[in-house]
């Protein structure tokens, strides 16, 4: 019986111990739910309120940005608090005193308040200041009746120039957290959904006594725990108590139930057994229900990570030993089950934040509370995070969030305070056209400021120019379309008109109702100034202002139809000035230009109003004549009484800086009437007109000839035929032989001629001169020297005719090209031909003017041996002084003196004193167009002893 009470009393202390056991770890385990639910609600407590404390940073940034300068703020801070609800008002605080306020509302009571000297407010504003960061006030009560927490963010501008100045505090930037919203988005109100009851604290850092923030009504200090929450310059205290406590605490009266055990052995025994198997079956229900509901506060807490974008992870007691939560594996882009360690956490970093990052995770391995934000990139995309370690935790837990769309509000709303201060204007109206917002640029282009524009209607801009209609057609438009754009002339402030480019948008609400006219304004004014002189000058000359060769054309075409209504006549005068080219190359393209403009200025002159001058090109003007008169004769006396005026001015001197030059016209004329064809026409014939005045020695005018058209055009029709020669290779030389005073040939004269495929052998007295007016003797030309010089080469790998010099003419319009040395030269390297067998024959007509300049490509050319021959001596005006200067090798008498040697004393006389003034020179003589013996005789006689004509052959293709 004693054993059987012993085991009795053993079986019951033993019961007792297992129940005690089971009772506490079910309470640690409750309270480790407890704190975990307490540490989720304070991080989300926490990231609510670093979110609304964002805004401040975004207001620092934008004050920053100025260097202290801050524009739109009531614009910047309604975009603000539009995004972040829990923000009551935002202040700026200059120096500490509040100067702006938004919203509206708050402004009576808010500003001009010295936060530095406030007593209420002084604290936390001068802690901000002195710590250079973020402090919290409250909570206390606001202006609007409700309670909030009061931020105040210290902002510090570095010296723009000197980088190494410490930052000079700027103000204040405030911001009024609204408690009540605050709390309700964190769900604080939901811990009593979950069982238990709450208190949310804090120390008032004046008084230090505890002030309760936000509490259940149930909550009691008996069995509860706390956790921690950190906060700028703040801690706050979250406490949770359970409602229920999971294990009913039935302390076992041993020392009282002692007595009635030995009393009631067998009762108690069997009362025992079955109270405590019932208890053990109590027991396994209370530890299921409980552990279903630890995996629901789970999943909850799954839930409520995804909706805010927060994940959890941790440290093990090993410290190679981490745990992260599925939104975190999401949030840092891991698949569920791979391994994730510092070292691939810091390969997924932006290169910019791999400093930070090193930092962070030092801090967090070193046992110490850290948080940062930062970049990674995940799939080649930047994700913005938000990492926070909490040393304290019993499980050393971390948080880790995804605010990439945060960072991408901030940024927009950084970007459109800068967009909307852009280089066009932009004013927002309301739908009743009331200016409610615009931008400096506004204010650049009409003169009206913000405080003088805001509050008016639109046609405060209206210039007047523009009729009801226009303004109607705009608005059916903003109707129909929503949209307008064009060009407008509005007037500025001070009265200006100006052009505009003005685009109007219509802004619908969700129903389709307008609310807002948003326009952007350009102001065009330089761009028409523009337009208008481009039109200007694709119509005029820029030289000489006077109408150009398309605005003649266009009225002349004008000119002709309207004479198809009139029987008046009218003229075209083509002036070409005398003698311009001269002027233009031996005193330079500055004195030329002067000289047009001069003559310019008296044409203009001697025109009637509504007539029409242009310079048709280079030295060329040409003059319309309108509605002179019904008879022919008469407008024909009339137009050369005009004439005669203008060569009379056109010959006047020209005093060109302090310089008198000369010059003179020559000038065509055509008269026409409803039957002229086209100003094409037209100006064809009097161009033929001018010509034929320039041929009679200028200094004078023609009426068109139609006979000299046919001449026209059939030189015309040559050049395009000598274009096409020279195309396919069409020309061919000739060469002459030149003989010595024994009959030796001593050389060759290189001649020219045109093997035409319809019209034979063309002489070259009819194509030389055209090739000289239109220019195709400068490729002429350069043929003939490659020619020649190939023709050399050959004559050199000959024994019999290496010795033999080769003359080529040469065109003084061909000598004067700028690259004409470099020609030479680089057809002697090319056919490697002795130089000195190349004899280029000269004109005397080169030696009218830029004589030193052709005396120095002479000497360039005599220095690599070539050779020089002045070709028909004595036809010229060639002066002695200049000729006695050149370096010549040779005259050469021309064949009009030789042709009457014997027969004409005058030729005679001309020949010998040629000859002797070539043998007092040391030159060579030579005397072309030899076709008789008696000619050769009476040469020799005289000392000449190089010949060259008939009588020694004719020119051909192959030398004999």
């Known amino acids: ?37 307490a540490r989720s609600q304070a991080v989300n407590l926490q990231n609510n309120m670093y979110s609304a404390l964002s805004a401040s940073y975004a207001l620092a940034a934008m004050v920053a940005d100025g260097n202290g300068r801050v524009r739109h703020f009531g614009r910047f801070a309604d975009k603000i608090l539009q995004y972040h609800p829990q923000i009551s008002a935002l202040y700026l605080a200059p ?32 802690l901000a ?57 964190t769900g604080l109100s939901k811990l009593n959904e979950r069982g238990y009851d709450y208190e949310l604290s804090r120390v008032h850092p004046g008084t230090r006594l505890r002030q309760v923030i936000e509490k259940s009504a149930g909550f009691t200090t008996t069995n509860y725990l706390r956790y921690a929450i ?23 009266l041993l020392y009282n139930s002692i007595g009635l055990l030995f009393s009631f052995m067998v009762a108690c025994l069997v009362k025992l057994l079955l109270e405590a198997r019932e208890q053990r079956k109590n027991l396994k229900k209370i530890v299921s229900k409980r552990t279903a509901e630890l995996a629901q506060r789970e999943t909850d807490l799954r839930q409520a990570q995804i909706i805010s974008k927060t994940g959890n992870w941790s440290i093990g007691s090993n410290a190679e030993e981490w745990r992260y939560s599925d939104e975190a594996r999401r949030i840092l882009g891991y698949a569920h089950g791979s391994k994730i360690d510092c070292a691939s956490l810091m390969q997924r970093a932006h290169p910019d934040d791999i400093l930070a990052v090193k930092t962070f995770w030092s801090q967090v391995q070193a046992g110490k509370d850290a948080g940062i934000e930062h970049r990674i990139i995940v799939d080649g995309q930047v994700r913005w995070l938000h990492s926070q370690y909490d040393a304290q935790s019993a499980r050393h837990m971390g948080t880790v969030q995804d605010i990439t769309e945060r960072k991408h509000i901030e940024e927009d709303l950084r970007i459109a305070a800068i967009a909307f201060e852009a280089q066009e204007g932009m004013v927002i109206t309301d739908e009743r056209r009331t200016i409610v917002r615009i931008n400096q640029a506004f204010t650049r282009i009409t003169g009206y400021s913000r405080e003088e524009a805001l509050g008016k209607q639109t046609s405060l801009l209206k210039s007047g120019l523009h009729g009801p209609n226009y303004y109607e057609d705009m608005g059916k438009q903003l109707d129909a379309n929503a949209y307008w754009q064009g060009e407008i002339w509005n007037r500025r402030k001070n009265g200006e008109v100006y052009p505009e480019w003005l685009t109007i948008t219509a802004v619908k609400n969700t129903s389709g109702k307008v609310v ?46 309207a004479k198809s209504r009139s029987n008046l006549y009218g003229a075209v005068l083509f002036l070409d000035l005398d003698n311009f080219k001269t002027i233009n190359d031996s005193s330079g393209h500055g004195k030329g230009d002067m000289l047009l403009q001069v003559a310019a200025k008296r044409l203009a002159h001697s025109i009637r109003k509504g007539d029409t001058l242009a310079r048709y090109g280079g030295d060329e003007f040409v003059l319309l004549l309108e509605e002179l008169s019904d008879n022919v004769r008469e407008t024909a006396i ?115 001629r045109w093997q035409h495929p319809h019209k034979g052998l063309v002489p070259p007295s009819d194509f030389i001169p055209l090739a000289e007016e239109s220019g195709l003797i400068l490729s002429l030309g350069a043929w003939i020297l490659k020619t020649a010089c190939a023709k050399l080469a050959e004559w050199q790998n000959n024994d019999d005719t290496k010795n033999r010099t080769l003359a080529v003419n040469v065109s003084a319009r061909q000598f004067r090209q700028n690259d ?92 010998r004193t040629i000859i002797a003034l070539g043998q007092s020179l ?20 005289q000392g000449c002893l190089s010949y060259q004509g008939y009588l020694y052959g004719k020119p051909s293709a192959n030398l004999i």
């Open 516 to 561: 807002n006219y948003v326009a952007t304004m350009l102001d065009i004014t330089q761009r028409k100034a523009t337009e208008a002189k481009l039109e200007h000058l694709a119509y005029h000359d820029p030289l000489t202002g006077l109408a150009n060769r398309r605005l003649l054309i266009d009225r002349l075409q004008h000119s002709l139809l």
């Open 1 to 37: 019986m004693l054993f059987a009470l012993l085991t009795f009393a053993l079986t019951i202390l033993a019961s007792a111990a297992i129940i005690v056991k089971l009772d506490e770890g079910a309470k640690q385990e409750e309270r480790q739910l407890a704190y975990d639910l």
């Open 922 to 941: 040391g030159l060579a003589v030579i005397a072309e167009g030899v076709e008789t013996a008696a000619q050769r005789d009476f040469l020799l006689q």
């Open 638 to 752: 009339e137009v050369q009484m005009i004439a005669t005026k203008i060569l009379a001015d056109l010959r006047a001197p020209y005093d060109l800086e302090h310089s008198e030059y000369h010059s003179s016209a020559s000038i065509g004329i055509t008269l026409f009437d409803k039957q002229s064809t086209s100003a094409e026409e037209l100006l064809k014939q009097v161009e033929v007109a001018m010509y034929e005045a320039k041929s009679s020695g200028g200094n004078n005018f023609r009426f068109f000839d139609k006979d000299m058209l046919d001449i026209v055009n059939t030189r015309a029709v040559l050049e395009a035929d000598m274009r096409q020669g020279l195309q396919q290779e069409q020309f061919v030389l000739h060469y002459q032989p030149q003989v010595s005073s024994t009959g030796q040939v001593t050389g060759a004269e290189a001649l020219v």
């Open 820 to 911: 004409f040395v470099a020609l030479v030269l680089d057809n002697i390297r090319h056919y490697q031909i002795d130089a000195s067998k190349l004899k280029l024959e000269l004109t005397e007509s080169l030696l009218v003017d830029n004589v030193e300049e052709t005396i120095d490509k002479m000497n360039q050319l005599k220095a690599r041996g070539v050779g020089f021959s002045l070709d028909d001596f004595g036809t010229g005006y060639s002066s002695l002084s200049y000729l006695k200067r050149l370096p010549l090798d040779q005259l050469k008498i021309d064949q009009s003196f030789v042709r009457d040697i014997l027969n004409n004393n005058n030729d005679a006389v001309i020949t």
């Open 95 to 126: 120096d500490g005193v509040t100067s702006e306020v938004a919203p509206i509302e708050w402004r009576n009571d808010g500003l001009g308040i010295d936060l530095l000297a406030d007593p209420i407010r002084k604290a936390e504003a001068q």
């Open 230 to 252: 950190k906060l700028p310059n703040a801690e706050w205290t979250l406490e949770l108590s359970p409602k229920n406590s999971l294990i009913q605490n039935k302390p076992l």
């Open 129 to 185: 200041k002195d710590s250079h960061h973020l402090t919290l006030a409250g909570p206390l009560p606001l202006t609007n009746g409700s309670t909030g927490i009061i931020a105040r963010l210290p902002v510090y501008l570095e010296d723009p120039i000197d980088a190494n100045k410490a930052p000079q505090f700027w103000g204040l930037i405030s911001a009024a957290i609204d408690l009540k919203t605050l709390l309700a988005d």
